[in-house]
């Protein structure tokens, strides 16, 4: 309710009544002058009100009377009139109706009382309602009223004492609120103020008005009295302490700045008053040391005092904080000094109540940004806001490091001592105990055995004292533990997020601004703003400080949210000096957090160095250098995961505690938000991202990103429950950090790639010589950044792919390789993928740079990576086949490169590529690029590591070869616009086009490089290969030879096919004989290709065999080109080696394509040819343009000197003189021929050359088969059929020679079963069947010949008898020791001794041969040749061999068939030679015919002991049969014969007629056996030639009857002597011998007597009659003898004698004929 209202002031009347009413009363009987006054005063009270309508103001005017009777009261000095009055004086001073003479007054009343010490209480409570209530009171009323409450607080009671200081508080308020009202009330009138002089006196206060007047003395005289001098205007003080002056004088500063910031002689009086002031009563706070004794120092220093020093530090925080300005080099002494009490050595409260001090400037940025500009910045001034931080360090430093003398429990503080970190957290410090016994573990912060509880000491941004407040009291408290820490913990973060958030805010006020800027004009540069420095100077002042802190706080601190707070400063700051661009405190900061995110201890070069680096710039804090404090290791931490360290060797394994997690996190928060200013630290950042990552046990994933793994080896990593929840999450933000990279600008993201490539190269140096896991985190962050960049791709291609390539994928280590070889192939293909813009078919040059280090990757030589590379080109192929375009070449290349070091699985890979290449892509790439396929294809088919890839390639050739052939005309024209393009350029540049095979077109190139392909693989070491090879590229020529050109085909034979055979031949001939075991695996391999040698021998066939058939089917174009007789030759010749090879399969291979180039009637029309052509074939006259004399060039090998021409004009008589128009073809083809012929002859001669030298044990070293040489004898006719017009006998006879060869070439035995009939059966072997069919065409052609011919025919019986002979006597081959197998007889020698080399049967062919020349010579008996060259006499000369042995002929065929053989040519022989006996040509033949029958018919030989009788009956039928041809064309013929022949057969008669018997049958056999017939034939025929009246000559017949005389004699003497052995041997039997003898001799006789019979009597002779005559006596002494055999032979013997039984006819007669 306001005080002037009616209602008011009629109160205030009533009220003042009332009170000297009672007053008065109270007065009545003590004091009556004041009873009167009381009274007076009502009647003037009641005058005043009825007088004046203004009742305040008139009362005011007349305060002093109305307050003089309450003076008076006062004045009684009695408590109760005192109450009472004090309270009537101050109900007027409410209403303000006191003047100020009343007031002066009042006070005057006042200060009485108070010296008598009454109402004290009241007294204050009247000043202070004095002074508030109005402002009457001035000067020195006003000082008297001040120091009246100066001296009340200065009484003996508390209560007052501390009222009174209120009361002094307040009213030094009052006074100054005085002055800030009278300033507002003048603010608009502007005065000149006199200038204050810097010397003025101090006391010169003319200038101010009254308040600003009271107050400037007020505030003087507090100064004075602080620094006990006497006041100049508080007059009368008698009492005044320090502690409050300095509380007074603070708040005055403290409330009021404005009053001395507007009053130049208030800012006189803090310069020169105030400032001083403090810095004297600082002194002794700055020389005490704590702990030195007085004794150590000459004079005994002042102690410091708790109460002054905190409130100079209190007036010092409000000078600093509100006069910064005015007093800059005051301030920089103050803060010295502040600095100086932070020191370790003063006291644990001083340094308490600076640190809080400290505080209180931290929390103000824009004024510690002032002191940097004032002082750090300028040149020669003290570094105060440097010093300030460093002090701030040193102060933490020095806690942990100097023992708290302050509290002595703290120096063994920590608990759980040297226990597990989680126990020791859990357990809590010292303090935890105090929270009621709970386990909530407090806040702490411990280093090597120091604990430092942490508490909360203000809120964050604020400084809220404490120890600054404690004004109560006197004595330095006891400063809890941690404290002090606390504070300056709360302080240094302050300061930094402060600084830091106020400079980002004027940064990005900047930037606005800027942007504005360059819109409104673009060209203009931003200069550097001046703001820039003092921000970077700030930076560089604060950061080594306060990284020494936050690094040691960090590694201290037990509490995550205390490290939070640390992490987010070194975070913020990191952050803010990248944005300034200060790289050293920036990296250093960072280094920080990396260190804390590592175990400790753990070593890493790029965070030591950079610590190296700090250390030797030496950033001191007054003489102590600031350590980046390394991690200790003891801090008690919990433990979250177990790992290995990524260190060359490693040892044991680490700890990560949640803190290092924590830092890990702070890590990566700082790289993923703050990676723009990172520059080069992003090296740091990662590295240790790197080394966290390892010990967690995260492993690269696809793409890059990690995923938690277990560690490879070693103890594995153990990861607590608590982080493995925090794993997904770390392995998440890393993965955005790298996502977030495509925020980055181009030179950030090239920070970050350079840093990810060292980082790479570091872990790769790492792996080295080791098989342990290697770090693969950098490759795999590599590859992240790449895919996240993809836009981009171009400006961190070469340095990403050039990393991975030159150095990841060569690692020898296999896990860094494969993730190298990873991270390319996924940058490729994803590159690939990618939408770029423009797309990549129109940007060939980043498709190539994309597709290149695919490319690159061949060259390493590790097999994984060939693998990761193949198989991304695998997936490029599914993926981007179609639109690979240009790098294509590319692609092949790679899919090509392929070695054989390299493994099996790779070339699978690469072959997988190469197939689906070939079935899809074929027609979508260029058709330059065809050329290459064929390359790859064929180096597919020559790797050797895995054989079915060979054989599948060489099928996809076969492939490659269809398409060419399907697609032909588009490719033909797109090469040859190519071709066009590349000749231009070749001409332009001056080089000669480069092309394989050039000149050819460039379609028929392809293909020649698609047969230079197979050609290579036709010679590959392994047989599957060059078999498959072979056959593909003879089909490949055959189906599609005609697309090529003429010109081509030159190529193709001379250097494909030619060129194939010279390779094969040379492999073959020098392949290895050694047994091969197994084909690899369990494969058996058949012994006809178990050595390299036998395998070659199936390529040299089936290459040979291709190639003649090319030269069979392709005759007509090949005849075309310029040299094909050269080429014929060339053929032949490899035809030749081949067959003369020492291998059966090659040598037999090699006649079979002879026989396919010689059955070359008219081969198969090409379409292309000509009617005319056509006509000519038909002919038989192929169409060769070539001169065959000039052909006859080197490699042309004829075995005579003379021309062709010659020897086909010699052949042909005069008939061909010069070969007319179109005979030069026919020519040309006979020299063919002969040059085949040629070729045959001497293959075989070289074949069947019997072996020379060594003995029979040596083995030949070969020879050849049956089947080869019956090949070789099968071509004969075929060739012969062409040549003969040009075969003479020279050739007959080399023929004939090497028939005999071949035919005398023995089997080796383990062929023998399948050549070799079996022993019983008579057959011919093909080879001897060939053989006779040569002759059989040879004698036909001879028949049908020309007389000229016949010459030959005696050749061929020499031929056909050398055969013959080989029944009785088979041929030798060279001094080989053969076995015979004859006949049955053989069987069982042959069956236990097996030879090596069996000789064939012989007799067959013999047979055989024999029948040919009886059949031959019947036909050619009297052609002139056959009997001039004697024929008929080596018929006889060579069956005279089986004749003579008979039975001892190897089969008894034969000499039955020579016999009939025999008879068949005499029958036509003999009449021819006695035709011409005159002639002489036959004179030689008769010795050698009789020797014949004589052999024959007397052999040496026995018959066989098992010939049945039929059999032998047979025989003698045989002996019969010559001796009736010996009756019928000889004997009848004696006078054309020579008579020693004729002699000889009687002589042989008359053998036959005696001695034929054989002395082994047994009895029952006798009579057949004595071969009666024959004898009796024999003797017949002799007897018919002894009487015969034919006989020419009286010798002739002399010589029959000596015969037959001497027959009869010798019988004679036969029976005389049986006689006489008969008597003498009595009872016992004659032996066989003799009976057998005598039974002969009486047959003979009694054929005799028969003969006689028949014969004329007049061709026999008396004296034969007489003899027979004389033998009847001796028969008919014989009747007696006792042998049944020998009587009926005897009965027999004298049956005949009864036609002699009659008287004879007259002699006369007789003797007269």
């Given at each position: 309710?306001?005080?002037?209202?009616?209602?008011?002031?009629?109160?205030?009347?009533?009220?003042m009544?009332?009170?000297?009413?009672?007053?008065?009363?109270?007065?009545?009987?003590?004091?009556p002058?004041?009873?009167e006054?009381a009274e007076?005063?009502i009647?003037?009270?009641?005058?005043?009100?009825?007088?004046?309508t203004?009742?305040?103001?008139s009362?005011k005017e007349?305060?002093?009377?109305v307050v003089?009777?309450?003076?008076?009261?006062?004045?009684?000095?009695?408590?109760?009139?005192?109450?009472?009055?004090?309270?009537a004086?101050?109900?007027l001073?409410?209403?303000?109706?006191v003047s100020e003479?009343a007031?002066?007054?009042?006070?005057?009343?006042?200060?009485?009382?108070?010296?008598?010490?009454?109402?004290?209480?009241?007294?204050?409570?009247?000043?202070?309602?004095?002074?508030?209530?109005?402002?009457?009171?001035?000067?020195e009323i006003l000082s008297?009223a001040?120091?009246?409450c100066?001296?009340?607080?200065?009484?003996?009671?508390?209560?007052?004492?501390?009222?009174?200081a209120a009361?002094?508080?307040?009213?030094?308020?009052?006074v100054?609120?005085r002055?800030?009202?009278?300033?507002?009330?003048?603010?608009?009138?502007?005065?000149?103020?006199?200038?204050?002089?810097?010397?003025t006196?101090?006391?010169?206060?003319?200038?101010?008005?009254?308040?600003?007047?009271?107050?400037y003395?007020?505030?003087?005289?507090?100064?004075?009295?602080?620094?006990?001098d006497?006041?100049?205007?508080?007059v009368?003080?008698?009492e005044?302490?320090?502690?409050?002056?300095?509380?007074?004088?603070?708040?005055?500063?403290?409330?009021?700045?404005?009053?001395?910031l507007q009053?130049?002689e208030f800012s006189?009086l803090?310069?020169?008053?105030?400032?001083p002031?403090?810095?004297?009563?600082?002194s002794?706070n700055?020389?005490?040391?704590?702990?030195?004794?007085?004794?150590?120092s000459?004079?005994?220093?002042?102690k410091?005092?708790?109460?002054?020093?905190?409130?100079l530090?209190?007036?010092?925080s409000?000078?600093?904080?509100?006069?910064?300005?005015?007093?800059?080099t005051?301030?920089?002494?103050?803060?010295s000094?502040l600095?100086?009490?932070?020191?370790?050595?003063?006291?644990?409260?001083?340094?308490?109540?600076?640190?809080?001090?400290?505080?209180?400037?931290?929390?103000?940025?824009?004024l510690?940004?002032?002191?940097?500009?004032?002082?750090?910045?300028?040149?020669?001034s003290?570094?105060?806001?440097?010093?300030?931080?460093?002090?701030l360090?040193?102060?933490i430093?020095?806690?942990?490091?100097?023992p708290?003398?302050?509290?002595?429990?703290?120096?063994?503080?920590?608990?759980?001592?040297?226990?597990?970190?989680?126990?020791?957290?859990?357990?809590?410090g010292?303090?935890?105990?105090?929270?009621?016994?709970?386990?909530?573990t407090?806040?702490?912060f411990e280093?090597?055995?120091?604990?430092i509880?942490l508490m909360?000491?203000?809120v964050?941004?604020?400084?809220k004292?404490?120890?600054?407040?404690?004004?109560?009291?006197?004595e330095?408290?006891s400063?809890?533990e941690?404290?002090a820490?606390?504070v300056a913990?709360?302080?240094?973060?302050?300061?930094?997020r402060?600084?830091t958030?106020?400079?980002?805010?004027e940064l990005?006020?900047?930037?606005?601004?800027v942007?504005?800027r360059?819109?409104?004009?673009?060209d203009?540069?931003?200069?550097?703003?001046?703001?820039h420095?003092v921000?970077?100077?700030?930076?560089?002042?604060?950061?080594?400080?306060?990284?020494?802190?936050l690094s040691?706080?960090?590694?201290?601190?037990t509490?995550?949210?205390?490290?939070?707070?640390?992490?987010?400063?070194?975070?913020?700051?990191?952050?803010?000096c990248?944005?300034?661009?200060l790289?050293?405190?920036r990296?250093?900061?960072?280094t920080?957090?990396?260190?804390?995110?590592?175990?400790?201890?753990?070593a890493?070069t790029?965070l030591?160095?950079?610590?190296?680096?700090?250390?030797?710039?030496a950033?001191s804090?007054?003489?102590?250098?600031?350590?980046?404090?390394?991690?200790?290791?003891?801090?008690?931490?919990?433990?979250?995961a177990?790992?290995?360290?990524l260190?060359?060797?490693?040892?044991g394994?680490?700890?990560?505690t949640?803190?290092?997690?924590?830092?890990m996190?702070?890590?990566?928060?700082?790289?993923?938000c703050?990676?723009a200013?990172?520059g080069?630290?992003?090296?740091?950042?990662l590295?240790?991202?790197?080394h966290?990552?390892?010990?967690l046990g995260?492993?690269?994933?696809?793409?890059?990103?990690?995923k938690?793994?277990?560690?490879?080896e070693g103890?594995?990593?153990?990861?607590?429950?608590?982080?493995?929840?925090?794993?997904?999450?770390i392995?998440n933000?890393?993965?955005?950090?790298?996502?977030?990279?495509?925020?980055?600008d181009?030179?950030?993201?090239?920070?970050?790639?350079?840093a990810?490539?060292?980082?790479?190269l570091?872990?790769?140096?790492?792996?080295?010589?080791?098989?342990?896991?290697?770090?693969?985190?950098a490759?795999?962050?590599l590859?992240?950044?790449?895919?996240?960049?993809?836009?981009?791709?171009?400006?961190?291609w070469?340095?990403?792919?050039?990393?991975?390539?030159?150095?990841?994928?060569q690692?020898?280590?296999?896990?860094?390789?494969?993730?190298?070889?990873?991270a390319?192939?996924?940058?490729?293909?994803?590159?690939?993928?990618?939408?770029?813009?423009?797309?990549?078919?129109?940007?060939?040059r980043?498709?190539?740079?994309?597709?290149n280090?695919?490319?690159?990757?061949s060259?390493?030589?590790?097999?994984d990576?060939?693998?990761?590379?193949?198989?991304?080109?695998?997936?490029?192929l599914?993926?981007q086949?179609?639109?690979?375009g240009?790098?294509?070449?590319?692609v092949?290349?790679?899919?090509?490169?392929?070695?054989?070091?390299?493994?099996?699985?790779?070339?699978?890979?690469a072959?997988?590529c190469?197939?689906l290449v070939?079935?899809?892509?074929?027609?979508?790439?260029?058709c330059?690029?065809?050329?290459?396929?064929?390359?790859?294809?064929?180096?597919?088919?020559?790797?050797?590591?895995?054989?079915?890839?060979?054989l599948?390639s060489?099928?996809?050739?076969?492939?490659i070869?269809?398409?060419f052939?399907q697609?032909?005309e588009?490719?033909?024209?797109?090469?040859?616009?190519?071709?066009?393009?590349?000749?231009?350029q070749?001409?332009?540049?001056?080089?000669?086009?480069?092309?394989?095979?050039?000149?050819?077109p460039?379609?028929?190139?392809?293909?020649l490089?698609?047969?230079?392909?197979?050609?290579?693989?036709?010679?590959?070491?392994?047989?599957?290969?060059?078999k498959?090879?072979?056959?593909?590229?003879?089909?490949?020529?055959?189906a599609?030879?005609?697309?090529?050109q003429q010109?081509?085909?030159?190529?193709?034979?001379?250097?494909?096919l030619f060129?194939?055979?010279?390779?094969?031949?040379?492999?073959?001939?020098?392949a290895?004989?050694?047994?091969i075991e197994?084909?690899?695996?369990?494969?058996l391999?058949?012994?006809?290709?178990?050595?390299?040698?036998?395998?070659?021998?199936?390529t040299?066939?089936l290459?040979?065999?291709?190639?003649?058939r090319?030269?069979?089917?392709?005759?007509?174009?090949l005849?075309?080109?310029?040299?094909?007789f050269k080429?014929?030759?060339v053929l032949?010749?490899h035809?030749?080696?081949?067959?003369?090879?020492?291998?059966?399969?090659?040598?037999l291979?090699?006649?079979?394509?002879?026989?396919?180039i010689?059955?070359?009637g008219?081969p198969?029309?090409?379409?292309?040819?000509?009617?005319?052509?056509?006509?000519?074939?038909?002919?038989?006259?192929?169409?060769v343009?070539?001169?065959p004399?000039?052909?006859?060039?080197?490699?042309r090998h004829?075995?005579?000197?003379?021309?062709?021409?010659e020897?086909?004009?010699?052949?042909?008589?005069a008939e061909?003189?010069a070969?007319?128009q179109?005979e030069e073809?026919?020519l040309?083809?006979?020299?063919?021929?002969?040059?085949?012929w040629?070729?045959?002859y001497?293959?075989?001669?070289?074949?069947?050359?019997p072996?020379?030298?060594?003995?029979?044990?040596?083995?030949?070293?070969?020879?050849?088969?049956q089947?080869?040489?019956?090949?070789?004898?099968?071509?004969?006719?075929?060739?012969?059929?062409?040549?003969?017009t040009?075969?003479?006998?020279?050739?007959?006879?080399?023929?004939?020679?090497?028939?005999?060869g071949?035919?005398?070439?023995?089997i080796?035995?383990?062929?023998?079963p399948f050549?070799?009939?079996s022993?019983?059966e008579?057959?011919?072997?093909?080879?001897?069947e060939?053989?006779?069919?040569?002759?059989?065409?040879?004698q036909?052609?001879?028949c049908?010949?020309?007389?000229?011919?016949?010459v030959?025919?005696?050749?061929?019986?020499?031929?056909?008898?050398l055969?013959?002979e080989?029944?009785?006597?088979?041929?030798?081959?060279?001094?080989?020791?053969?076995?015979h197998?004859?006949?049955?007889?053989?069987?069982?020698?042959?069956?236990?001794?097996?030879?090596?080399?069996?000789?064939l049967?012989?007799?067959?062919?013999?047979?055989?041969s024999?029948?040919?020349?009886?059949d031959?010579?019947?036909?050619?008996?009297?052609?002139?040749?056959?009997?001039?060259?004697?024929?008929?006499?080596?018929i006889?000369?060579?069956?005279?061999?089986?004749l003579?042995?008979?039975?001892?002929?190897p089969?008894?065929?034969?000499?039955?068939?020579?016999?009939?053989?025999?008879?068949?040519?005499?029958?036509i022989g003999?009449?021819?030679?006695?035709?011409?006996?005159s002639?002489?040509?036959?004179?030689?033949?008769w010795?050698e015919?009789?020797?014949?029958?004589e052999?024959f018919l007397f052999?040496?030989s026995?018959?066989?002991?098992?010939?049945?009788i039929?059999?032998?009956?047979k025989n003698?039928?045989?002996?019969v049969?010559?001796v009736?041809?010996?009756?019928?064309e000889?004997?009848?013929?004696?006078?054309?014969?020579?008579?020693?022949?004729?002699?000889?057969?009687?002589t042989?008669l008359?053998?036959?007629?005696?001695?034929?018997?054989?002395?082994?049958?047994?009895?029952?056999?006798?009579?057949?056996?004595?071969?009666e017939e024959?004898?009796?034939v024999?003797?017949?025929?002799?007897l018919?030639?002894s009487?015969?009246?034919?006989?020419?000559?009286?010798?002739?017949?002399y010589i029959?009857?000596?015969?037959?005389?001497v027959?009869?004699?010798?019988?004679?003497?036969?029976?005389?002597?049986?006689?006489?052995?008969?008597?003498?041997?009595?009872?016992?039997?004659?032996?066989?011998?003799q009976?057998?003898?005598?039974?002969?001799?009486?047959k003979?006789?009694?054929?005799?007597m028969?003969?006689?019979?028949?014969?004329?009597?007049e061709?026999?002779d008396?004296?034969?009659?007489?003899?027979?005559?004389?033998?009847?006596?001796?028969?008919?002494?014989?009747?007696?003898?006792?042998?049944?055999e020998v009587?009926?032979?005897?009965?027999e013997?004298?049956?005949?004698?009864?036609?002699?039984?009659?008287?004879?006819v007259?002699?006369?007669?007789?003797?007269?004929?």
């Amino acid at each position: 309710m306001s005080t002037s209202t009616p209602e008011a002031v009629k109160k205030l009347l009533e009220n003042m009544q009332t009170d000297l009413r009672s007053l008065s009363m109270e007065c009545k009987k003590k004091f009556p002058p004041v009873k009167e006054a009381a009274e007076s005063g009502i009647v003037k009270i009641k005058t005043i009100a009825a007088r004046n309508t203004d009742i305040l103001a008139s009362l005011k005017e007349n305060s002093s009377e109305v307050v003089q009777p309450f003076l008076m009261g006062c004045g009684t000095k009695e408590p109760k009139i005192t109450q009472l009055c004090l309270a009537a004086v101050q109900r007027l001073m409410t209403h303000e109706v006191v003047s100020e003479a009343a007031a002066g007054n009042i006070i005057n009343m006042l200060w009485q009382l108070m010296e008598n010490g009454l109402e004290e209480l009241k007294l204050l409570q009247t000043v202070l309602v004095l002074l508030t209530t109005n402002t009457v009171v001035h000067d020195e009323i006003l000082s008297k009223a001040i120091v009246l409450c100066f001296r009340l607080h200065f009484t003996k009671d508390n209560i007052t004492n501390n009222t009174a200081a209120a009361t002094v508080r307040q009213v030094v308020t009052v006074v100054f609120e005085r002055m800030v009202a009278e300033d507002e009330r003048f603010k608009g009138i502007v005065e000149q103020p006199t200038p204050v002089q810097g010397n003025t006196n101090r006391r010169s206060v003319s200038t101010l008005r009254p308040s600003a007047k009271d107050a400037y003395m007020l505030f003087q005289d507090l100064c004075q009295l602080v620094n006990a001098d006497a006041p100049y205007w508080l007059v009368g003080m008698t009492e005044m302490t320090r502690t409050f002056g300095l509380e007074l004088l603070e708040s005055v500063l403290n409330d009021f700045p404005g009053v001395f910031l507007q009053h130049q002689e208030f800012s006189f009086l803090l310069k020169e008053r105030v400032c001083p002031l403090v810095i004297k009563l600082f002194s002794p706070n700055i020389k005490f040391r704590q702990g030195s004794s007085s004794a150590a120092s000459p004079a005994p220093v002042e102690k410091p005092y708790f109460p002054i020093c905190m409130r100079l530090l209190r007036v010092v925080s409000v000078l600093i904080k509100h006069f910064y300005s005015l007093l800059v080099t005051e301030c920089e002494i103050f803060l010295s000094l502040l600095v100086k009490f932070l020191d370790g050595e003063k006291p644990q409260w001083l340094r308490a109540v600076a640190v809080e001090s400290v505080h209180r400037l931290c929390v103000q940025p824009h004024l510690l940004r002032s002191f940097c500009q004032s002082y750090d910045m300028k040149q020669h001034s003290t570094k105060v806001f440097r010093d300030i931080v460093n002090a701030l360090g040193s102060f933490i430093q020095s806690l942990f490091i100097v023992p708290n003398t302050g509290n002595p429990a703290a120096t063994n503080a920590p608990a759980g001592g040297s226990g597990s970190g989680a126990q020791a957290a859990a357990q809590g410090g010292p303090g935890a105990g105090g929270q009621g016994g709970s386990l909530i573990t407090q806040a702490a912060f411990e280093y090597r055995g120091t604990w430092i509880p942490l508490m909360t000491v203000s809120v964050q941004g604020s400084a809220k004292a404490t120890y600054l407040e404690m004004l109560d009291k006197v004595e330095p408290p006891s400063i809890p533990e941690g404290y002090a820490m606390s504070v300056a913990f709360s302080a240094l973060l302050d300061l930094v997020r402060g600084i830091t958030s106020m400079i980002e805010r004027e940064l990005a006020k900047e930037e606005e601004e800027v942007a504005v800027r360059r819109e409104a004009n673009p060209d203009q540069n931003a200069q550097a703003e001046p703001a820039h420095l003092v921000w970077e100077e700030m930076v560089s002042a604060c950061w080594c400080g306060l990284l020494a802190a936050l690094s040691l706080l960090l590694d201290a601190s037990t509490d995550e949210t205390a490290t939070e707070s640390i992490l987010k400063a070194e975070l913020t700051m990191a952050s803010l000096c990248g944005r300034l661009g200060l790289v050293t405190p920036r990296d250093a900061f960072i280094t920080a957090i990396c260190k804390a995110s590592l175990p400790p201890h753990y070593a890493l070069t790029v965070l030591s160095s950079n610590a190296t680096n700090l250390n030797n710039k030496a950033y001191s804090i007054q003489g102590q250098t600031v350590q980046i404090i390394s991690p200790s290791s003891e801090s008690h931490q919990q433990v979250v995961a177990v790992g290995q360290p990524l260190t060359v060797q490693p040892q044991g394994t680490v700890v990560l505690t949640a803190k290092n997690i924590q830092c890990m996190r702070t890590l990566l928060n700082l790289a993923h938000c703050h990676g723009a200013v990172l520059g080069t630290s992003w090296q740091l950042v990662l590295a240790t991202l790197q080394h966290l990552v390892w010990i967690l046990g995260l492993k690269p994933g696809v793409g890059g990103a990690l995923k938690p793994g277990r560690a490879v080896e070693g103890p594995s990593t153990v990861l607590t429950t608590a982080v493995m929840t925090d794993l997904p999450f770390i392995s998440n933000i890393l993965s955005r950090l790298f996502e977030s990279s495509q925020y980055l600008d181009d030179v950030s993201l090239h920070h970050l790639i350079n840093a990810l490539c060292s980082l790479s190269l570091e872990a790769m140096e790492m792996a080295y010589g080791t098989n342990k896991e290697p770090s693969l985190f950098a490759v795999a962050k590599l590859l992240e950044t790449g895919l996240v960049n993809m836009d981009r791709i171009e400006i961190l291609w070469r340095p990403l792919a050039g990393h991975l390539l030159e150095k990841v994928c060569q690692h020898p280590n296999a896990r860094m390789r494969e993730w190298g070889a990873e991270a390319v192939t996924a940058l490729i293909k994803a590159g690939l993928a990618y939408k770029h813009n423009p797309p990549l078919a129109q940007n060939q040059r980043l498709q190539l740079l994309l597709l290149n280090p695919l490319k690159e990757l061949s060259n390493v030589l590790h097999a994984d990576i060939r693998q990761k590379q193949l198989e991304s080109v695998l997936q490029i192929l599914q993926s981007q086949g179609d639109s690979l375009g240009p790098g294509w070449p590319l692609v092949l290349g790679v899919i090509g490169a392929i070695r054989n070091d390299q493994g099996e699985s790779l070339i699978r890979t690469a072959f997988q590529c190469l197939q689906l290449v070939v079935t899809d892509f074929l027609p979508t790439m260029p058709c330059m690029c065809l050329q290459i396929v064929v390359d790859v294809a064929g180096s597919f088919g020559l790797q050797n590591q895995e054989l079915n890839i060979s054989l599948t390639s060489i099928g996809l050739l076969w492939n490659i070869s269809d398409y060419f052939f399907q697609r032909g005309e588009a490719i033909t024209q797109d090469l040859e616009r190519e071709e066009a393009a590349l000749q231009k350029q070749a001409r332009e540049k001056g080089e000669p086009l480069n092309r394989p095979f050039h000149p050819a077109p460039p379609f028929d190139c392809l293909w020649l490089c698609l047969y230079a392909k197979l050609g290579q693989l036709c010679v590959d070491p392994r047989p599957a290969v060059r078999k498959s090879a072979g056959q593909t590229m003879f089909s490949t020529i055959a189906a599609h030879g005609t697309l090529l050109q003429q010109s081509t085909w030159h190529i193709v034979v001379w250097k494909v096919l030619f060129h194939l055979l010279d390779c094969v031949r040379k492999s073959s001939t020098t392949a290895d004989k050694e047994k091969i075991e197994s084909g690899g695996g369990n494969i058996l391999i058949h012994h006809s290709r178990d050595t390299a040698e036998k395998q070659w021998a199936e390529t040299w066939v089936l290459t040979l065999a291709g190639v003649a058939r090319i030269f069979n089917t392709r005759r007509y174009l090949l005849q075309q080109l310029g040299d094909f007789f050269k080429a014929w030759e060339v053929l032949l010749d490899h035809i030749q080696s081949a067959a003369l090879s020492k291998n059966n399969e090659v040598s037999l291979a090699a006649l079979k394509s002879f026989q396919e180039i010689l059955q070359i009637g008219t081969p198969v029309k090409d379409s292309a040819m000509p009617t005319e052509a056509l006509a000519l074939a038909v002919m038989g006259v192929p169409p060769v343009l070539i001169d065959p004399l000039s052909a006859s060039g080197p490699g042309r090998h004829l075995l005579r000197s003379d021309s062709m021409l010659e020897r086909l004009t010699r052949y042909n008589g005069a008939e061909l003189q010069a070969p007319p128009q179109g005979e030069e073809s026919a020519l040309e083809d006979a020299a063919l021929w002969w040059s085949a012929w040629n070729t045959w002859y001497r293959t075989g001669t070289d074949s069947t050359r019997p072996p020379s030298g060594g003995t029979g044990t040596d083995r030949p070293s070969f020879v050849p088969s049956q089947p080869f040489l019956t090949a070789l004898v099968q071509i004969v006719p075929a060739l012969y059929q062409h040549i003969e017009t040009g075969f003479s006998m020279e050739d007959l006879r080399k023929l004939g020679v090497i028939l005999h060869g071949a035919v005398s070439i023995p089997i080796s035995s383990d062929a023998s079963p399948f050549i070799l009939p079996s022993y019983t059966e008579a057959v011919l072997t093909s080879l001897q069947e060939a053989v006779l069919t040569a002759l059989d065409v040879l004698q036909k052609a001879i028949c049908v010949g020309p007389e000229s011919l016949q010459v030959m025919y005696p050749a061929i019986f020499e031929q056909l008898l050398l055969f013959v002979e080989f029944s009785c006597k088979p041929p030798q081959y060279g001094k080989l020791e053969t076995k015979h197998v004859a006949n049955a007889k053989y069987n069982q020698i042959q069956l236990f001794t097996p030879a090596e080399w069996v000789a064939l049967n012989y007799v067959p062919f013999a047979e055989r041969s024999l029948e040919v020349v009886v059949d031959q010579y019947q036909k050619t008996a009297c052609h002139k040749a056959v009997i001039n060259e004697k024929v008929l006499q080596n018929i006889i000369k060579t069956l005279r061999m089986p004749l003579g042995l008979k039975y001892a002929c190897p089969s008894e065929s034969t000499w039955k068939l020579a016999v009939s053989s025999l008879l068949k040519v005499l029958s036509i022989g003999l009449p021819v030679a006695r035709q011409h006996a005159s002639s002489g040509m036959f004179e030689t033949m008769w010795p050698e015919l009789a020797n014949a029958f004589e052999d024959f018919l007397f052999t040496k030989s026995t018959p066989p002991d098992n010939v049945s009788i039929q059999e032998f009956q047979k025989n003698e039928a045989i002996d019969v049969e010559v001796v009736q041809l010996i009756s019928t064309e000889i004997l009848p013929f004696a006078n054309f014969i020579p008579k020693d022949f004729v002699g000889q057969i009687m002589t042989m008669l008359n053998k036959g007629s005696i001695h034929s018997q054989s002395s082994s049958f047994t009895e029952a056999e006798i009579d057949v056996r004595m071969r009666e017939e024959f004898s009796k034939v024999c003797f017949e025929t002799l007897l018919q030639f002894s009487f015969s009246n034919k006989v020419s000559t009286p010798q002739e017949g002399y010589i029959s009857r000596m015969a037959l005389s001497v027959l009869l004699k010798r019988s004679q003497d036969v029976l005389r002597r049986y006689v006489d052995d008969e008597r003498l041997s009595g009872r016992c039997p004659l032996p066989r011998q003799q009976v057998t003898e005598i039974i002969f001799v009486l047959k003979a006789i009694s054929t005799l007597m028969d003969s006689l019979k028949k014969t004329q009597p007049e061709n026999v002779d008396g004296t034969t009659w007489a003899q027979v005559i004389a033998l009847y006596p001796t028969l008919v002494e014989c009747i007696t003898c006792s042998s049944s055999e020998v009587s009926s032979a005897l009965k027999e013997a004298l049956g005949p004698f009864k036609d002699f039984m009659q008287p004879p006819v007259s002699r006369v007669q007789n003797g007269e004929s």
